[in-house]
């Protein structure tokens, strides 16, 4: 990807880590499916779908592990 | 979000760790699907179902292990 | 939760961690679905389904780490 | 559980750690469903199926993370 | 593999760490599944499922951690 | 199993540990479908299903990290 997304893991606060993770997640996602339509039109599925918003959560909590610890748990 | 959810990560027991937890798994949700009603439309259907409720154990689960490490497991 | 049920992630012993990271697990379906008759009538079904079952397990699993983590793996 | 089944993490080799790591996956489905038969005759259906393998092999691979550690990675 | 394919887990910045995350998750398919045929006509119908994009992305964000950590999470 | 397959978890290369996390996830399915016909049937079926290839890989991912870690990342 050309374009410049990620510079760094850090951020001011654990609310804009855990969004910076909610990116990350997303991004996951867009490398597989680079088409912002074909993956609008996904969303509008799995947002009605408890299981496939527990899955999304999940990878959110992965990322935020990773992003936490990029950032001394902002202690 | 411009309201602000998180400020620390921070808990004074490990009880309130855990439920800290499970706020990060439900907010990986909203991000998701931010409408109210749709949620709880939802969870009356997955609260049901036995596997749906292993997945939501295990965000959580994935959550407490940052939670638990930015509180230094509370020793 | 008014009711106190974790107050520390230390045990005495391995397999009291193990044992800890079990109710950990089953707390976190607890906090979804409150109701214990419904959990009971749930239970009946996955513990007769071997794929209910493995996600049971890893989510013990994931809680061992953390409580593993915690009691400095009992060394 | 009154019985005895984890006194300890430490193994001596690696393999040692890994098989461990397979009996904590075990006992988080037998806490789960205690009757032998019942897991005997579940067990012949998931090992026919490839995805109820792979997640088997996956809670093997989040307790030998565990015991890995526990272990200083054997070094 | 006779193929080098991984030589380092060092890169320049977190956006070059994250595609490395990607690559490792492909390489984990293509160990098992080494047709390139194969896996890109598996990949036309993945990439149009909401749920497999998610997985996906899961497996991306649990190889992001190994690499964010192996590379002092470019702080 | 009486036979040795695992003495260390070092390995030269970080290509080198990224395969051995791939032993290490298909010894996680070998301990429970020890028949090496039953394996190979099962591969024919699910190295053609992508959801199947991507839980595979996300096994190797969390050995991956367990290996990576032991290696002190290759530095």
Same mark, same amino acid.
């Given at each position: 990807?050309?374009?410049?997304?990620?510079?760094?893991?850090?951020?001011?606060?654990?609310?804009?880590?855990?969004? $910076?993770?909610?990116?990350? &997640?997303?991004?996951?996602?867009?490398? !597989?499916?680079? *088409?912002?339509? #074909?993956?609008?039109? $996904?969303?509008?599925?799995? &947002?009605?779908?408890?299981?496939?918003? !527990?899955?999304? *959560?999940?990878? #959110?909590?992965?990322?935020?592990?990773?992003?936490?610890?990029?950032?001394?748990?902002?202690?």
């Amino acid at each position: 990807m050309t374009e410049i997304w990620l510079k760094t893991l850090t951020t001011d606060t654990p609310q804009a880590g855990f969004e $910076l993770a909610i990116k990350l &997640a997303r991004m996951g996602v867009k490398y !597989t499916q680079p *088409s912002d339509e #074909v993956r609008n039109r $996904l969303r509008a599925d799995y &947002a009605e779908n408890a299981d496939s918003l !527990t899955a999304a *959560s999940q990878v #959110v909590a992965i990322n935020f592990q990773t992003v936490a610890t990029a950032n001394g748990y902002w202690r």
